[in-house]
């Protein structure tokens, strides 16, 4: 099991992104108020002040969007099967001395998410053996406890109720009995020694069988921990979404 001896001091921003998509075509480009969605989630995690941001770019549109709008961005192949191999490729680009020693992976498709909660995914690696720091929020709706599209987490809460370490992700509803019960939101802050490992893993009979990717860290002995927020980030796969996200960001 990897552990690091201290909260990382040096942390990216990497922001993976692709055109491909089946609801809604050329997602990363979509329409925001005249820039596109892309630029939006790069501005966010700019606000965020952590460090660097870079979006790993499968199409050179992509990239093109980003640095017209003054960002910086690297094209990485366009087969990658996974967002984090994305971002390693990425980071192997213009990190190549290993200066950074966290990576977070902010989902492209999040142009309204608070730059605080960029911020909070970075708390758990505060604590030295953490490995990968990720988020939840509190489920309110009852629908979402039943809900398969809904990634629920076992989690493990510490006495400020702020952390917790993350015990197993599934669709279904964990844990049973009466209780609270945790949405997971997909965004990782990797140490640079994790995300090498994870990457280099094959896929888990678990993660294959729950479909959850983050289920090959838990098998390989990588320890997760969440901070809690207050909400779940829009999260654009829809031209319904991305309506909301255009009345969010100013303007119907």
Known sequence: MMRSMSKPTNPIVIIPARLASQRLPDK?????HGEAMIVHVWRRALE???GPVIVAAAEVEIADAVKAAGGDAVLTRPDHPSGSDRIFEALKIVDSRAQHDAVIN???????????????ALEPLGNPAVDIGTLVTDITEEAERTDPNVVKVALSLNDSGRLGRALYFSRATIPSGDGPHYHHIGLYAYRREALERFVSLPPGRLERRERLEQLRALEN??????????????GVDTPADLDRARQILGGA
């Open 28 to 32: 990363p480009l979509a329409d925001i």
């Open 48 to 50: 965020a002040g952590l």
């Open 106 to 120: 902010l989902q492209g498709d999040l142009p309204t998410i608070p730059p605080d909660d960029i911020r909070a």
């Open 221 to 234: 002995g990588l320890r997760i921990d969440a901070a809690r927020v207050d909400t779940v980030p829009l």
